[in-house]
């Protein structure tokens, strides 16, 4: 049955490690599940009987995710921002996804699939929006020289 609360779909094209991928993600983000896969028939273009897509949810959200082929990568130019409330659960976070990935600047990596992720905690986008100039210019300066975001150091770098 197709969900029609939910508007926009994210869909993700994998070379052919889709069902993969999805194995992956929903080992890491609880609440999540695979709805639906669907295969490749006599039709093709993917080999008879091998897997077209995967219908799944990350913590509520639904995506799908597509075995295309090779002739599109992913790239920085689209991410997923995960909302963190502590340093363990970016932590958490940040060791699953960059598990055979790519830690990159600011609090994104690229996972071993590919796909940019954002680990930021909530904290720094408040900090972020704040009304005094020079904090966020601190906040921001701090967080430009890391790689995984560290909660301590931005909350040294804001002061009171």
């Given amino acids: 049955m197709v969900n029609v609360d939910q508007k926009i779909i994210p869909f993700l094209w994998f070379e052919n490690q889709a ?7 929903i080992k890491i983000f609880k609440n999540s ?3 639906n896969i669907t295969y490749y028939g006599e039709a093709g273009p993917g080999p008879k009987n091998s897997v077209m897509t995967v219908n799944f949810e990350l913590e509520g959200q639904e995506f799908n995710a597509l075995n295309g082929g090779p002739m599109y990568k992913f790239t920085e ?4 921002y995960v909302k963190c409330i502590s340093q363990d659960e970016i932590d958490y976070y940040w060791d699953k996804l960059t598990e055979a990935g790519e830690e990159q600047p600011c609090g994104w990596l690229k996972d071993k ?18 009304t005094d100039p020079e904090k966020v210019k601190k906040v921001t300066e701090a967080m430009l020289k890391m790689k995984k975001i560290d909660i301590k150091t931005l909350i040294e770098a804001y002061g009171t």
């Avoid at 699939?113 to 704040?130: F, K, T």
């Fill in 77 to 80: 130019a689209i991410s997923f």
């Fill in 113 to 130: 699939y590919g796909v940019s992720w954002q680990i930021i905690p909530i904290l720094l986008v408040e900090m972020l929006n704040d």
């Fill in 19 to 25: 069902e993969e991928a999805v194995n992956y993600y």
């Fill in 33 to 35: 599940n695979i709805k």
